[in-house]
């Protein structure tokens, strides 16, 4: 269920008695007390006439949480036909253009066919009744623009109003944290043809990305998890490796024209947050900062996976120097490895755990509630999009590589 905010309002009138009421002694005229921020006093009125009184109580109520889910069920496999593995980004395609429909999902896969990490290639798309077409198929010796270490799609998965798809690559050779580069962010026009790369600092290994879509302009928040990691990594590929506070969040300001209109263009690049924990890890490749969600307020809230933490990034539309690490809303308890995030209608903030099966809603307050989506546990669980004009969210299973539904 949608808890909506909403404004209770009472209002209390006395009339004006022009004639003595026989018997009225006194008349207590008060507002609700339990709608009000402030208690309205007691009025006495005595006999001879009554005076207009007027009460207004108002107050906002947050009401119930978003999580309000049934048994979750599967849209569809994301596998392509050339068999690509591990879905991680998810993405609702907010308008139709192109090969682009309303209400479709798009969801980006890490690994292929040899499930090797880093070097999956396929953007697959989603009707809400679970027909499955590929939507992309990102050959890396095609890609019109550089992009480091090739293509291997990330969690950073956005799909713009004017038709325009931006994902990210977090490249390997072998699926191995030794041989990952920096990677890129690929831009495929409406027909899923790559039409033009952005690379170069700061972008180091894009690992989930979030679009502040105002038509013509586009704000992209992302983060990196590459600054440092890899040479920190001593212990070879079967063990974690040294924790270091390298990871940053990017504010990347562009130029969004429709189709057939030139392509986008970057107009301003800032680090708007920075020193978040990341390092390797031989099961997930590298641990860092995930998901990110801009509230309406302005504040961008960070799932810091390494520290099971939801950090704040305030003024995060404006901000011209980074928030750090930012504040912690939220750390620990039902918070596991937080990887995905999304913000939900009420303005909560939902995460799913890369730890164990769990989708946690936590209030901006940081009050948690959590429920479980998959029985198998740790390391199914990665991107996630809220279902537009309903209370429940897409996900994806890389247990089983599908795409699944939650209302």
């Known amino acids: 269920m949608i808890a909506e905010r909403q404004t209770v309002v009472e209002i209390h009138f006395v009339w004006i008695a022009r004639e003595p009421i026989s018997g009225l002694v006194g008349f207590s005229l008060k507002a609700r007390e339990d709608l009000l921020d402030e208690p309205l006093p007691t009025m006495d009125v005595a006999t001879g006439f009554l005076v207009v009184g007027l009460a207004l109580a108002t107050r906002s109520y947050a009401g119930m949480g978003f999580i309000d889910f049934s048994t979750p069920t599967t849209v569809g496999s994301s596998v392509p036909s050339q068999g690509d593995l591990n879905p991680y980004g998810v993405a609702v395609v907010p308008t139709s253009v192109g090969n682009l429909v309303k209400g479709d999902v798009l969801v980006s896969n890490f690994n292929n066919s040899l499930n090797l990490q880093g070097t999956g290639s396929s953007i697959v798309q989603f009707s809400p009744a679970g027909l499955q077409t590929e939507f992309a198929e990102i050959q890396a010796d095609s890609l019109p623009g550089s992009c480091p270490g090739g293509v291997g799609l990330t969690t950073a998965l956005s799909v713009l109003r004017n038709g325009w798809v931006i994902v990210g690559s977090l490249p390997t050779t072998d699926g191995t944290s030794a041989t990952t580069k920096a990677g890129c962010l690929i831009v495929l026009n409406a027909s899923g043809k790559p039409v033009e790369t952005f690379s170069g600092a700061p972008i180091n290994g894009p690992w989930d990305m979030t679009a502040d879509d105002d038509g013509v302009i586009t704000t992209l928040y992302f983060t990196n998890v590459l600054n440092g990691t890899v040479a920190a990594d001593t212990g070879g590929p079967t063990v974690n490796g040294n924790v270091v506070n390298g990871g940053t969040v990017v504010r990347m300001t562009l130029f969004t024209p429709p189709q057939g209109l030139g392509v986008p263009l970057v107009l301003r690049t800032t680090i708007i947050g920075s020193g978040f924990a990341e390092r390797t890890d031989p099961a997930a490749l590298v641990i860092g900062p995930t998901g990110v969600g801009l509230s ?87 991107g996630l999009a809220v279902v537009p004009g309903s209370d429940g969210i897409y996900f994806v299973n890389d247990g089983d590589n599908t795409l699944d539904l939650a209302e």
């Open 296 to 382: 309406k307020e302005g504040t961008l809230y960070v799932a810091d996976t390494q520290n099971s933490r939801i950090a704040a990034i305030p003024n995060a539309t404006v901000r011209v120097k980074s928030a750090g690490p930012g504040t912690t809303v939220s750390q620990g308890g039902a918070l596991n490895g937080p990887l995905g995030l999304a913000i939900a209608p009420n303005g909560d903030i939902l995460t799913v755990n890369g730890l164990d099966g769990n989708l946690v809603e936590t209030t901006p307050g940081g009050v948690q509630t959590a429920t479980n989506l998959s029985p198998v546990g740790a390391g199914v669980l990665f």
